[in-house]
């Protein structure tokens, strides 16, 4: 059943998530203000949604290489409303 999950295409979506959340970091660092500290916040919410979802599919496909899959953030980059 773990051939059902494409290894490629959830390490290409992690790269690209981590990339995003850099460069919302970054662009918070620079030019710290409303819109941008919203861009980093929907960033970091979404790279925490793609981290459980590849928990969930490590889970449910019981695929020993998801458990290892590297988080893209953590829990206490996202701040809780």
């Not at 981590?18 to 819109?35: C, D, H, I, T």
């Amino acid at each position: 059943m773990s051939s059902d999950i494409d290894s490629k295409v959830l390490t290409k979506a992690a790269e690209s998530m981590a990339e995003a959340v850099k460069n919302a970091r970054l662009a918070y660092q620079f030019s710290p203000g409303s819109y941008t500290y919203t861009a980093l916040q929907a960033c970091l919410n979404a790279a925490k949604a793609l981290d459980e979802h590849i928990g969930a599919l490590a889970f449910a496909h019981s695929a020993e290489w998801l458990r290892k899959f590297p988080r893209i953030v953590e829990d206490c980059d996202v701040e809780q409303d």
